[in-house]
């Protein structure tokens, strides 16, 4: 059974930083891809960034490219979120989220919250 369990979330000035975990367990996941969404209140959830665990390749929402920078370490089995130079409006409940490349199945973490003071 897939497992996702997120970290690092906290209160943090804008212009700080912060960086998020999400380790994964209950099976192998290099046919996966591990994605970080956010959902703030009154808001549909959205895509912030993702990676091919196996290829390493990245992808990111425009309104974080060049701030945040997506990570992983195979042999801890985490997913890591860099996120800098973080505004008010990156406030959010963080989502770990895992797709299977071949089933399309998803999984996902139970969120951990982030809150950027102006």
């Known amino acids: 059974q897939v497992q996702l369990v997120e970290s690092g979330g906290g209160l943090v000035q804008a212009g700080g930083s912060l960086r998020l975990s999400c380790v994964a367990s209950?099976?192998?996941?290099?046919?996966?891809?591990m994605n970080w969404f956010r959902q703030a209140p009154g808001t549909e959830r959205e895509f912030v960034a993702s990676?091919?665990?196996?290829?390493?390749?990245?992808d990111y929402a425009d309104s974080v490219k060049g701030r945040f920078t997506i990570s992983r370490d195979n042999a801890k089995n985490t997913v890591y979120l860099r996120m800098n130079s973080l505004q008010p409006d990156d406030t959010a409940v963080y989502y770990c989220?895992?797709?299977?490349?071949?089933?399309?199945?998803?999984?996902w973490g139970q969120g951990t919250q982030v809150t950027v003071s102006s």
């Open positions: 989220n895992a797709r299977n490349l071949v089933t399309n199945q998803r999984h």
């Open positions: 209950g099976r192998t996941f290099s046919g996966y891809v």
């Open positions: 990676i091919n665990w196996r290829s390493g390749n990245t």
